[in-house]
């Protein structure tokens, strides 16, 4: 979609949050974003003060993604900051501040909300056979179980393990994979454009993508069961 | 393939898959996207500490400018350790990245430029000086540098521009196509000519025009509960919802409306979507959503939305037409009358230039163009000032608004001849 001046009349309001202290927090200025019809100057400066708050954490972040897959998705990781905080401006109706908290989870919540825009950009890049707009992935962003803690389960630390022993294609193969996973595709069922393009980059057939992940995932149970009798299996 | 589900391991894969995307977003390889992982991220110290890169830095110091233009200054603060001063005032005003990179690749022709061409040095400046960073850019793929406001002193022969005649012969709609298809010799959108080939309407973007909502007995009570008046909220693809009131009142308002969405034909494909909102409460009263593949038939005849309410009651139809986006801009400027001046410049057969106001500030303020059309007449228009020594580029008129102030009376006879054509 070409960026249109299709400014969001003053729906879905965001809960009015008072600025504490003289300091707006991340959800007020969001707000702000929202009502850009409404007071444009205030709109971006609001634009202006995420970006400032935001922008080291996401560019530190993005760097620390995999470059194959930002290759692959032909951006580079400023390219994808920018993108995201871009989105963000265009959605930032979707954010849900969540409840009363304070500045300090406001903004790791931001981040969270900027970290899911910048993953599905990346899905919908991935996803895109040729240059075209359309971002399903982004199109279904939302702050659902954006509070969930992260499974403090003693396999966790066995998988990350597991997934160094790996070769470097399978591991590719899961990190792409995991992807979509998190952004919607509970199943693990890849694209097939993405199948395709990890086909195409490892001097494959889309269905060898699909052996390389289940011999990988095998490989992984096996490493975990070794570990003991309960690590095996997954829930 | 090891695709059988009696595979044991593979009955669990959905579960082991969802701890990897776990392990992965621990260790680092995923983006966090819930608080805890973003703590996690933060104890980690993953913030980047050193220089930004240009083209964040970019990003914000194309908002300096215009911060100091405005003379604003944030007024909120931001976290000590997250942001360097310097950021704070670049990033007063983000530009979209499609508009950062166009003023990259911008800047990169001036690089060339002035590396080649110690005489230009004067010309340079002065492009410099009118593609001022933090203006809205509302170009296409194609746009181009647009010429300075032309050297007064120097006389210059008239550049001639000539209406494109834009009806392919495997046209399938309007009056000027020599064989419509059945029904589709007239189109209720206005159109005169409609190809027939999907490449051909799927490479350009068109803009949304909506009609009011002819409100069913439904749609009218659902109208009443509502205050007596309703919204209409449409978007194509990802776009932003784009509202205007469902009923408008004739002697205030016009009954079409174009909405502030430019849509591809991809973005038809992933969803034409209709909300009819109350304008209170914004709740949604009422929806239709359906892919659309653009064709002639589309084009020629429009799209009848027909939303319903969660009940599955009808509510009304609402006429929608996609219409031509493109112009070709020949100057933009902060003064109507240097436009004026520069239009002087040129001689129109069968076309009529307008001065359109534009959200955009300083020298982008004002623009002199040609259109709408489609993009294949622009880009042909386009064609006819580049090769006889102007500069022009096609913009899709995202930031032009209110209506624009057409320069000429157009001559008769040249309008008689178009006619006739």
Same mark, same amino acid.
């Given at each position: 979609?070409n ?7 003053? +729906? ?14 991340d ?14 100057? =205030? ?5 202006? !003060? ?24 032909? +951006? ?35 981040? &969270? ?18 240059e ?24 966790? #630390? ?12 399978e ?27 990890? &086909? =195409? ?6 269905e ?28 | +393939?090891? *695709? ?25 390889q ?19 500490e ?17 911060? /100091? ?32 990179r ?6 990169? $022709?001036?690089? %060339? ?7 230009a ?7 410099? $000086? ?11 793929a ?25 009806c392919?012969?495997?046209?399938? #709609?309007?009056?000027?196509? #020599? ?33 009011p ?22 978007? @194509?693809?990802?776009?932003?919802? =784009? ?9 205030? %308002? ?26 209170? /409460? ?5 929806? $239709?959503?359906q ?6 038939k ?25 219409? /031509? ?11 109507v009358?240097?436009?004026?001046? %520069? ?27 040609? *259109?709408?059309?489609?993009?294949a ?5 386009? $064609?006819?000032v580049?090769?006889?020594? *102007? !500069?022009?580029?096609? @913009? ?6 209110? !209506? ?6 157009p001559?008769?006879a040249? !309008? ?6």
């Amino acid at each position: 979609m070409n960026a249109a001046p299709a400014l969001p009349l003053p +729906m879905r309001d965001s809960p009015s949050l008072m600025p504490r202290q003289g300091r707006l927090s991340d959800a007020e200025l969001l707000a702000r974003v929202v009502r850009a019809e409404l007071d444009p100057g =205030a709109a971006h400066r609001a634009q202006g !003060e995420l970006y400032a708050r935001h922008v080291r954490y996401l560019y530190g972040v993005v760097l620390r993604q995999s470059q194959q897959l930002l290759r692959a998705a032909g +951006m580079s990781a400023e390219d994808l900051v920018q993108e995201t905080f871009q989105r963000a401006f265009e959605r930032a109706h979707t954010f849900d501040p969540g409840g009363d908290f304070s500045d300090e989870r406001l903004g790791r919540r931001t981040r &969270a909300w900027l970290g899911r825009i910048a993953e599905r950009l990346l899905a919908d890049a991935l996803a895109r056979s040729r240059e075209v707009p359309a971002t399903p992935y982004l199109e279904r962003l939302t702050c659902e179980s954006i509070d969930e803690p992260v499974p403090a389960s003693p396999q966790l #630390a066995l998988v990350i393990a597991g997934l160094r022993q790996l070769s470097e294609r399978e591991q590719d193969v899961l990190r792409v994979t995991a992807l979509y996973h998190r952004v919607g595709e509970p199943h693990q069922r890849l694209p097939n454009a993405v199948s395709e393009q990890l &086909a =195409a980059r490892w001097d494959t057939t889309s269905e060898n993508v699909r052996a390389i992940r289940s011999r990988a995932l095998k490989k992984l149970r096996a490493i975990l069961t070794a570990q003991g009798p309960n690590l095996g299996e997954a829930t | +393939m090891t *695709g059988s589900t009696k595979d044991p391991d593979l009955r669990q894969e959905p579960a082991l898959g969802a701890l990897v995307a776990d392990a992965l977003a621990e260790d680092g390889q995923l983006i966090p996207t819930t608080e805890s992982e973003v703590a996690r991220a933060e104890a980690a110290g993953v913030a980047f500490e050193g220089a930004l890169p240009e083209g964040l830095r970019e990003f914000g110091a194309a908002s300096r400018a215009s911060a /100091d233009v405005e003379g604003r200054a944030s007024s909120a603060q931001a976290p000590s350790g997250e942001s360097s001063p310097d950021d704070e005032v670049a990033s007063r005003r983000v530009v979209p990245l499609e508009q950062t990179r166009a003023a990259h690749r911008g800047r990169l $022709w001036l690089s %060339h430029l002035a590396a080649g061409v110690v005489g230009a040095a004067a010309a340079t400046t002065l492009w410099l $000086w009118r593609t001022e960073p933090g203006v809205p850019s509302t170009g296409t793929a194609a746009q181009e540098p647009v010429d300075g406001a032309g050297d007064a002193t120097r006389p210059e022969p008239k550049i001639s521009l000539a209406r494109v005649a834009d009806c392919p012969k495997d046209c399938c #709609a309007g009056r000027q196509c #020599a064989s419509p298809r059945e029904t589709l010799e007239v189109c209720s959108s206005g159109r005169a000519c409609v190809a027939c080939s999907f490449e051909t309407l799927a490479a350009s973007r068109y803009r949304i025009r909506v009609g009011p909502l002819a409100a069913t007995p439904a749609g009218d009570r659902a109208r009443e509960r509502a205050g007596g008046s309703l919204d209409m909220c449409i978007r @194509v693809g990802s776009s932003d919802f =784009a509202c205007v009131p469902s009923h408008r009142n004739r002697d205030r %308002h016009e009954q079409w409306a174009d909405l502030g969405l430019v849509a591809t034909a991809e973005d038809l494909l992933a969803g034409f979507e209709l909300e009819l909102v109350s304008p209170g /409460d914004r709740t949604v009263l009422g929806k $239709w959503r359906q892919p659309v593949r653009i064709n002639s038939k589309l084009l020629c005849k429009g799209l009848a939305l027909k939303p319903v309410s969660e009940a599955g009651e009808a509510l009304g139809r609402v006429s929608v037409f996609l219409v /031509d986006t493109y112009y070709v801009e020949l100057m933009r400027s902060d003064r109507v009358p240097a436009l004026l001046e %520069h239009e002087k410049r040129f001689e129109f057969s069968g076309l009529s230039p307008a001065i359109f106001e534009t959200t955009g500030r300083g020298t982008a303020r004002f623009a002199l163009g040609l *259109g709408p059309m489609s993009q294949a007449a622009a880009e042909s228009l386009r $064609w006819q000032v580049l090769s006889k020594g *102007g !500069e022009a580029r096609v @913009v899709i008129g995202a930031d032009y608004v209110g !209506e624009p102030r057409h320069v000429n009376q157009p001559n008769p006879a040249v !309008e008689r001849k178009a006619i006739d054509e």
